[in-house]
T-cell receptor
Framework: DVKVTQSSRYLVKRTGEKVFLECVQD?????MFWYRQDPGLGLRLIYF???????EKGDIPEGYSVSREKKERFSLILESASTNQTSMYLC??????????????FGEGSRLTVL | GEDVEQSLFLSVREGDSSVINCTYT??????LYWYKQEPGAGLQLLTY?????DMKQDQRLTVLLNKKDKHLSLRIADTQTGDSAIYFC??????????????FGGGTRVLVKP
């Protein structure tokens, strides 16, 4: 079974702190994604990466950066956390295949509260 | 740009059928998906349909796609209490070298009453 592991399930941080959210997948997937989930807004794509050291902005990249130094690990960084970044953050990965159904495999999420 | 809309909430009695509806805007979508999120968990793929199909059935699940109206629905037959969850509709667009990029709707919370 594909496993996507997010290291922190719950975090509480103060405004202005630097925050790292880590995600690791164990199935050699090329693509990795960071979404944030807010009630009524669904999932919004922050950043994605389709290869090591490659990154692409999603729909809401402002205030975030990412790092992909190894294929299995994709980190989301909040350089200076703000209260409007309080949210559930979901990491996902997918395999690029000839059929390319685009199925995403999700981690369990990291709930971040910024005070 | 892509936009996906769903109703926020659906209440249904155990044993009845549930129908969750979704509309999308991107006519170049390649696949459309239904994901399920149980409390405290990430999303799991329930089913998907290729954009040139109009129906797909998988046990209790029936997906209907009206490409002309850009309307997708998920019917769950004989709904059980374990079907209580948030259901997300998503569409995908193919990005060169990167595979599919998914856009999600806001999610429909389904509550199954005994």
């Amino acid at each position: 079974d594909v496993k996507v592991t997010q290291s922190s399930r719950y975090l509480v941080k103060r405004t202005g702190e630097k925050v790292f959210l880590e995600c690791v997948q164990d199935m050699d997937h090329e693509n990795m994604f960071w979404y944030r989930q807010d009630p009524g807004l669904g999932l919004r794509l922050i950043y994605f990466s389709y290869d090591v050291k490659m990154k692409e902005k999603g729909d809401i990249p402002e205030g975030y950066s990412v790092s992909r130094e190894k294929k299995e690990r994709f980190s989301l960084i909040l350089e200076s956390a703000s209260t409007n970044q309080t949210s559930m953050y979901l990491c996902a990965s997918s395999l690029v295949t000839v059929i390319n159904t685009g199925e995403l495999f999700f981690g369990e999420g990291s709930r971040l509260t910024v005070l | 740009g892509e936009d996906v809309e769903q109703s926020l909430f659906l209440s249904v009695r155990e044993g009845d059928s549930s129908v969750i509806n979704c509309t999308y805007t991107d006519s170049s979508s390649t696949y459309l998906y239904w994901y399920k999120q149980e409390p405290g968990a990430g999303l799991q793929l329930l089913t998907y349909i290729f954009s040139n199909m109009d129906m797909k059935q998988d046990q209790r699940l029936t997906v209907l796609l009206n490409k002309k109206d850009k309307h997708l629905s998920l019917r769950i037959a004989d709904t059980q209490t374990g079907d209580s969850a948030i259901y997300f509709c998503a569409e995908s667009r193919l990005i060169e070298a990167a595979g599919n990029k998914l856009t999600f709707g806001g999610g429909t919370r389904v509550l199954v009453k005994p």
